[in-house]
């Protein structure tokens, strides 16, 4: 075949104008098939590739869906029935000419296919070396840093780069998995990596370091929050765990970690009581370990939470500075006896008493078998019993597993003991025992159990459990286990839920869902379906330390026992429990079940836009104040009295500020506690405003016996936020309307807006010096000028009603004359953020409105859009309750 030099230009020419015509005309079959036509016709197919790959709009650019793309797919596809078709004879001038015009090319590729089809249809790689590391250094240096990256990694060029001057770029982008990918395979990159993130996490660290590291890249303000040390943290954890890089590497994020470790178990402690003195002093040495910083934090928490005794004695137990307590911390040591009170011993079993207290008999689900029937495994001897009661066909088998709660290391600890339940008996398997854990028997009988498909095995939230099991036993990494006969009583209990949720106003129920009781995980189904919660006091127990304690023995069997009981239940009356009659058939509804919900979003969505595509506005007729109309055939549900959305007052805990800011996006009155805040404040908030507590988990039992009847709400933390806020709706008979939302100001919960126009804005602007843009080579006289073109004048559309924004959200206006314009400011003291209004925003918004409680300026745009897109489902929630007259 011969290779000339250029190929005929009308032909590519007429090749290319052909492939557009149809391409706009959306005939992509025709498209594939003329390209087809067009290689097999031509001179030089790659050459004739190129002609047409340089004439595509956007050449490689964009979407993998446009015409380059398609071109370069097809030419992919019918080179492999013409293999004949390579750049083998040509001359090295030609050959060279023709590779670096595809280096062009490549270097607009966005996607790994492109990449990979033009390295090897050029052999790009054959390239000199400093030629290709040139390239990429000139893409990185025109601010091309994705480009640069996916090429670097295409060409395999990582170790002759700068990996900060690729990666930093990339993270403050939200593009982290791209610079993963790109150091992934070089353990020193790799620890690179993950020690410039850990540096970002040190409390010292600043941005201006990263300016003056980095002088010709601008970071933003929205940049910035991406390397926030509580995100940023939590990628470090997760990069250790998949480099498997040594935690020592990451001084600051480990630190970070053990603090917010220290606060976890100060409120599961002193707040939800929830945690015995022995495990969270065990966790506490552990956490705190050998560092004056993190032992400085104790003492601090230890003040807050319990009080200055306690502080002064374990500030004393780690000899903390005195220049370094707080105040009265050295005064009440100096008052402590000489001798400082050691640890407790751990008592043996044989004087810690099985039974418990009679109020917790009364008030936990209690084991139902005697001790001597609970037996611990730790030789192959007692593992052959074990077997001989577990490997029975069709005999359900509770299985659990503990494992030492891992503060501050990576996740993913080795299992400590497995429980295997029975009827009438409970084993547990010893692994802290290295000799019996590591056992070939040992393996192959774990193998065995989860593999026999005979052998039904109930477990609740199995994929943390087996996962452990793989980091426990390599064996499990290199032959993965192979896993049948299991049913997770999670997926029931999510089907119960569910049910019950649907159910909600078709009558009275038999047991709450995320009400009452302030349950959550195994313990609240066992509540919903046996009676009774289970007693989780010594969930974040040592479970390596030996021997066990009778408490810590008697929860590992309940945990695993009370699966037999909850199943058999279960299987007795599947009707009351909204379930069918086969529960193992429950998790294939699950995945129908979440296919269901999509496409019922997904027709949902589009009828949306449909609707919006009419450019119908908010204020129409008959639409402005009613709620949305309940669907025919339906009759509706007793209720409460309607409500609008800015007569609901509530207070959201902590715990559910995603709820809150849901809530308020739709009008409602919310105040929302801070992360550092105690869940009381919720409770006086209420008393002092009327208002309602929305709260999840533990707090619930304290906050809602501070408050009146119905005044306090417990929500099911494992819902999301949207789907919370749908409860909440409905709990409280709220009925919405399109323009309650935004009514309410995202950032401070002001009601008051006052509406300014285009033209007053662009003046201020001017004014304030942020509005100074030269067009055509003159100074702008009028605002208007700045642009290149007249400024857009918006047409009817999904964003836009003829006369202007569609947005008239129910809130209070206020007149224009309440703006100082000398100041810029409200009469409550607040300042117009004048600072977040992009100029070019002006020709397509033409009135814009301020919040006067706190400056902030709002306008129509895409997240409008998108929020209106994103409530569909809660707005439909309104349709089963009768129109308000």
Known sequence: MSHPSQPEVSDTSDLLGCLLDLWNRKEQEKVRAEARMGFSNAQDPLCCLLCVLEGCPGRLKGKATSLGHCVLAEFVRWRQNHPQVSLQGRPPEGLHSLQLRALGLLSEAQHAATLSSLLELYQLCSLDPALLLGHVQSLLATGCFKEAAMLGIALKLQSELDMEQVCVPLVLQDKLPLAESYVQGHSHLEEALLKLLDSWCDPRFSLAQLRRQFPDLSVSHHQAERIHPKMLSKQVFRLMERFNINPALCPNSVTKRKLDSLRFLM????????????????????????????????????????????????????????????????????????????????????????DPPIADQERYYQLPIPKDSVQFVHTQEDLERCKNMVFQPEVPVGIDMEWRAGFGSVPCQRLALIQLAVLEQVFLLDLCQAEFASHERTVEFIRTLFSDPKILKLGYGMSGDLKSMTTTWPEFSAQPLQVSGVLDLLNVHQQMQRSWRRGADRGPRPVEVGEGPAEKGLSLMVQQVLGKPLDKMEQLSNWERRPLRSRQVRYAAIDAYCLLEVYRTLSLEPARFHLPADLRSVQAGQAANNKEKKSRKEREKEKGKQARSRGVPSDAPGLEGRPLPAPAGRAPALRAPALRPQQLRVVCDNMLQGLGRFLRCLGVDVLMLENGDDHRLAAKLAREEGRVILTSGQPYQTLRSQVGEGR???????????????????????????????????????????????????????????????????????????????????????????????????????????????????????????????????????????????????????????????????LRISEDAPTSQ
């Open 267 to 354: 409120y599961k402690r002193f707040v939800e009581k929830g945690m015995s003195e022995e495990n969270w002093r065990d966790h506490i040495q552990a956490a705190v370990a050998d560092s004056p910083e993190l032992q400085v934090h104790l003492v601090e928490l230890l003040v807050k939470y319990s009080g200055l005794q306690d502080a002064a004695q374990w500030s004393r137990r780690y000899g903390v500075p005195k220049d370094q307590l707080p105040l009265g911390v050295w005064d009440t040591q100096q008052d402590l006896p000489v001798t400082e009170r050691g640890d407790s011993e751990v008592p043996s079993l044989s004087v810690d008493p099985w």
């Open 712 to 874: 306090c709400l417990a929500l099911d933390c494992s819902e999301k936020a949207r789907d919370q806020t749908a409860r909440v709706l409905r709990h409280f008979n709220v009925q919405l309307t399109p323009d309650d939302i935004f009514s309410r100001c995202q950032a401070c919960n002001g009601d008051e807006y006052m509406k300014l126009p285009r033209e007053d804005m662009a003046e201020i602007l001017r004014e304030r010096g942020l509005l100074q843009v030269q067009a055509r080579g003159k100074p702008a006289e009028n605002w208007e000028e700045q642009y290149d073109e007249p400024p857009f004048s918006p047409q009817p559309g999904p964003s836009m009603a003829p006369e202007g924004p569609r947005y008239g959200p129910h809130c209070r206006w206020a007149p224009a004359s309440h703006l100082d314009r000398q100041s810029l400011t409200f009469p409550g003291g607040a300042v117009l953020q004048l600072h977040t209004v992009p100029p070019g925003l002006l020709p397509r918004i033409p009135v814009f409105f301020i919040c006067t409680t706190c400056g902030k300026v709002f306008w129509e745009g895409s997240h409008f859009e998108r929020v209106l897109n994103q409530f569909q489902d809660v």
